[in-house]
């Protein structure tokens, strides 16, 4: 996979930067390595289902995590929409 990002170059997706991400957002948890980990996994897995093209945007990544992170803990969605804007 691959990321458009808003100044329109394409940059590879890493895994890591999003798993940062969410574990920053999970931070109140008391195992939020662990939860990062697999919800990190679940959104990639989603990322890869919802959109068929390899190809990306910030917003395609920042709209599945807040899904996937509504189902999981609303505090930690409340922070990840703190950091990450919609364009």
Do not use: W
Request: proline residues 2%; positive net charge; without cysteine.
């Amino acid at each position: 996979m691959v990321v458009k990002a808003k100044d329109e170059t394409i940059n590879p997706f890493i895994r890591e930067k999003l798993l940062i991400s969410i574990s920053k957002s999970l931070g109140h948890r008391v195992d939020y390595v662990n939860d990062a980990i697999a919800l990190t996994n679940t959104i990639i897995a989603k990322l890869q289902t919802d959109y068929k093209t390899p190809l990306l945007t910030r917003n395609n990544i920042i709209i599945v995590s807040e899904k996937v992170l509504k189902n999981f803990d609303s505090v930690a969605t409340v922070h990840y929409k703190a950091y990450h804007k919609l364009n």
